[in-house]
């Protein structure tokens, strides 16, 4: 550690091109080098121009500052001195402090105000955006909400209050610039980080509102709900991302839409983008021949899971194909399967994870054992009607696979049934129209679907982007915009760390910034940086904070 030999008010003069002088006024620190035992400067802070300013106050809290930083002083008054200090406020600055720089660093910041070029708002709205992305990020709550979080719970750069109305009517201009807004963010964000988006990975959710209305000329309808919340009203958004996980692009449909119908439009969209060789990555429920002709156009290619009971011929004849796994890794083997001949060619890699294996047969025990206990239940028939449950047996969504009915009209568990349910145990069939790809390509493309879950999972989780309360449309689609950016923001601060958003949340917030008062004025400084602190900003490429963020000097007589 350099020794620390003192701080002090310092005078810079430059000369003007007519040939006048202009002082400038700063706060330096001068510490000795500990390799050359040289001294050096350093600036603390910037007050501004000579003229305009009164130094003898500064030399007074000058000396106030560097008491309580607790620095060695060399000059003006004894160090046995005490001084009077009030801490006035104390709050949280790091994590609001790194997003902001990656914020900056994207160029986020110049992409909105590039498009507020021509609009005329009394408000900051690039900040103000800002502020309700940050807030997704480090403390997820309503826009009511976010005027105390910006007033008293956090330090935010560049704002200090928040009106709900502004925070309104920024979501609007989100929503007039957002296809725009999209497009110039992933071309700055793909450029700036070298993204790889030869793989693009699309998967769809639902978020559902706290509310029971819902209506059919707006977003809000009811649909299959992947919340488990059926009786809710909800939206269905879509995410593209890449194989590093890095949102590029999302949607935001009526929550009846089925994924089925969504493809066509997200293929559209990008290839509006003009992205080049893309091969989609999709789930099982995207898979029909219309959308995979679809996925194809324009060059473009696919990897697709297929179901595996769907009992299509060419799925059917792919998994009775024999032939030997070659092993990957230790929870992957893969085979090849080719069937048909000309057009009507279809290239399959059937996949099987022995781990994941063991886990489907446990799973299918354990659901067994459960479906005995309700057949035992059960009033043998002898002919006669069903009862309801009966009914409601052979009706559940997961039992009734394994059931059979005897010559009575009795329930039994099917044989088998069970037999080839555990013949496809650990596996998983993908479809590619990419014959350039390797077969290993094929499997781990399609296990990085997982990203887009991932992905999800944040969304749901860490950003709290339900429920919703949002009534309309403009507004339910910046706020899943807005959750789209805190997301970008999140996982390229987890790519390039290598730590969860939760660990780095964790630490940089524990930075504070520290609001002081001495009689010789007001002082705002932050709290040291950590040694984890400092590792999660180098792998960011982002500059430590300075250590005093504003001075503000008493004039004597007040």
């Given at each position: 550690?350099?020794?620390?030999?003192?701080?002090?008010?310092?005078?810079?003069?430059?000369?003007?091109?007519?040939?006048?002088?202009?002082?400038?006024?700063?706060?330096?620190?001068?510490?000795?080098?500990?390799?050359?035992?040289?001294?050096?400067?350093?600036?603390?802070?910037?007050?501004?121009?000579?003229?305009?300013?009164?130094?003898?106050?500064?030399?007074?809290?000058?000396?106030?500052?560097?008491?309580?930083?607790?620095?060695?002083?060399?000059?003006?008054?004894?160090?046995?001195?005490?001084?009077?200090?009030?801490?006035?406020?104390?709050?949280?600055?790091?994590?609001?402090?790194?997003?902001?720089?990656?914020?900056?660093?994207?160029?986020?910041?110049?992409?909105?105000?590039?498009?507020?070029?021509?609009?005329?708002?009394?408000?900051?709205?690039?900040?103000?955006?800002?502020?309700?992305?940050?807030?997704?990020?480090?403390?997820?709550?309503?826009?009511?909400?976010?005027?105390?979080?910006?007033?008293?719970?956090?330090?935010?750069?560049?704002?200090?209050?928040?009106?709900?109305?502004?925070?309104?009517?920024?979501?609007?201009?989100?929503?007039?610039?957002?296809?725009?807004?999209?497009?110039?963010?992933?071309?700055?964000?793909?450029?700036l980080l070298n993204l790889d988006v030869d793989l693009l990975f699309f998967d769809t959710t639902s978020t559902y509102f706290e509310t029971e209305d819902e209506s059919d000329d707006s977003l809000r309808r009811k649909g299959y709900s992947k919340d488990h919340r059926p009786d809710l009203p909800q939206v269905v958004i879509g995410l593209?991302?890449?194989?590093?996980?890095?949102?590029?692009?999302?949607?935001?449909?009526?929550?009846?839409?089925?994924?089925?119908?969504?493809?066509?439009?997200?293929?559209?969209?990008?290839?509006?983008?003009?992205?080049?060789?893309?091969?989609?990555?999709?789930?099982?429920?995207?898979?029909?021949?219309?959308?995979?002709?679809?996925?194809?156009?324009?060059?473009?290619?696919?990897?697709?899971?297929?179901?595996?009971?769907?009992?299509?011929?060419?799925?059917?004849?792919?998994?009775?194909?024999?032939?030997?796994?070659?092993?990957?890794?230790?929870?992957?083997?893969?085979?090849?399967?080719?069937?048909?001949?000309?057009?009507?060619?279809?290239?399959?890699?059937?996949?099987?994870?022995?781990?994941?294996?063991?886990?489907?047969?446990?799973?299918?025990?354990?659901?067994?054992?459960?479906?005995?206990?309700?057949?035992?239940?059960?009033?043998?028939?002898?002919?006669?009607?069903?009862?309801?449950?009966?009914?409601?047996?052979?009706?559940?969504?997961?039992?009734?696979?394994?059931?059979?009915?005897?010559?009575?009209?009795?329930?039994?568990?099917?044989?088998?049934?069970?037999?080839?349910?555990?013949?496809?145990?650990?596996?998983?069939?993908?479809?590619?129209s990419d014959d350039t790809l390797s077969t290993e390509d094929v499997a781990l493309g399609y296990k990085q679907l997982l990203m887009v879950e991932s992905a999800f999972r944040t969304l749901k989780t860490t950003l709290d982007i339900r429920p919703m309360y949002h009534r309309k449309d403009e507004r339910i689609r910046s706020h899943v915009?807005?959750?789209?950016?805190?997301?970008?923001?999140?996982?390229?601060?987890?790519?390039?760390?290598?730590?969860?958003?939760?660990?780095?949340?964790?630490?940089?917030?524990?930075?504070?910034?520290?609001?002081?008062?001495?009689?010789?004025?007001?002082?705002?400084?932050?709290?040291?940086?950590?040694?984890?602190q400092r590792e999660i900003l180098r792998a960011l490429r982002i500059k430590e904070p300075p250590r005093i963020l504003k001075v503000e000097p008493r004039t004597r007589g007040l």
């Amino acid at each position: 550690m350099p020794y620390h030999v003192g701080m002090y008010i310092r005078v810079i003069r430059r000369k003007n091109k007519n040939g006048s002088v202009t002082g400038y006024v700063q706060l330096a620190h001068n510490f000795r080098d500990p390799n050359t035992g040289q001294p050096k400067a350093k600036v603390l802070y910037t007050f501004g121009r000579e003229d305009e300013i009164d130094l003898e106050a500064l030399r007074r809290l000058a000396q106030s500052i560097h008491r309580f930083v607790g620095d060695e002083f060399t000059a003006g008054r004894g160090q046995s001195e005490r001084i009077q200090t009030t801490l006035l406020d104390s709050r949280p600055m790091g994590g609001a402090y790194l997003l902001d720089e990656l914020w900056r660093q994207l160029g986020l910041d110049e992409v909105l105000r590039e498009r507020l070029a021509d609009r005329k708002f009394k408000a900051a709205v690039e900040r103000v955006i800002f502020a309700m992305v940050a807030n997704r990020a480090l403390a997820p709550s309503s826009k009511l909400a976010m005027e105390e979080w910006v007033d008293r719970e956090v330090a935010l750069p560049g704002m200090t209050e928040l009106d709900v109305w502004q925070a309104y009517r920024a979501m609007d201009f989100l929503h007039d610039v957002a296809e725009d807004l999209q497009y110039e963010v992933f071309r700055r964000v793909s450029d700036l980080l070298n993204l790889d988006v030869d793989l693009l990975f699309f998967d769809t959710t639902s978020t559902y509102f706290e509310t029971e209305d819902e209506s059919d000329d707006s977003l809000r309808r009811k649909g299959y709900s992947k919340d488990h919340r059926p009786d809710l009203p909800q939206v269905v958004i879509g995410l593209a991302v890449t194989r590093d996980g890095i949102p590029v692009r999302c949607w935001t449909w009526p929550g009846n839409t089925a994924d089925m119908s969504v493809v066509e439009e997200v293929k559209q969209d990008l290839i509006g983008w003009r992205l080049g060789r893309v091969i989609t990555v999709v789930d099982r429920g995207f898979v029909s021949e219309s959308n995979l002709r679809i996925l194809q156009r324009a060059g473009g290619h696919c990897i697709a899971g297929e179901k595996m009971t769907s009992g299509k011929p060419a799925v059917e004849a792919a998994l009775a194909r024999p032939g030997r796994f070659r092993e990957l890794r230790p929870n992957l083997k893969v085979k090849e399967v080719v069937v048909g001949d000309g057009e009507a060619r279809v290239r399959y890699v059937l996949a099987f994870n022995p781990e994941e294996a063991k886990r489907d047969e446990a799973r299918r025990e354990a659901m067994l054992r459960e479906l005995r206990m309700e057949l035992e239940r059960l009033k043998e028939l002898q002919g006669e009607a069903h009862t309801k449950a009966h009914c409601r047996l052979a009706s559940h969504p997961t039992f009734k696979r394994y059931l059979k009915q005897d010559r009575w009209g009795n329930l039994r568990i099917d044989p088998e049934a069970v037999r080839q349910a555990a013949h496809l145990d650990g596996k998983y069939l993908i479809r590619t129209s990419d014959d350039t790809l390797s077969t290993e390509d094929v499997a781990l493309g399609y296990k990085q679907l997982l990203m887009v879950e991932s992905a999800f999972r944040t969304l749901k989780t860490t950003l709290d982007i339900r429920p919703m309360y949002h009534r309309k449309d403009e507004r339910i689609r910046s706020h899943v915009l807005l959750c789209w950016l805190a997301l970008l923001l999140v996982r390229i601060a987890e790519v390039q760390t290598g730590r969860t958003w939760s660990d780095i949340r964790s630490h940089m917030q524990a930075m504070h910034q520290v609001t002081k008062s001495t009689p010789d004025g007001m002082v705002v400084q932050r709290t040291e940086t950590t040694e984890v602190q400092r590792e999660i900003l180098r792998a960011l490429r982002i500059k430590e904070p300075p250590r005093i963020l504003k001075v503000e000097p008493r004039t004597r007589g007040l």
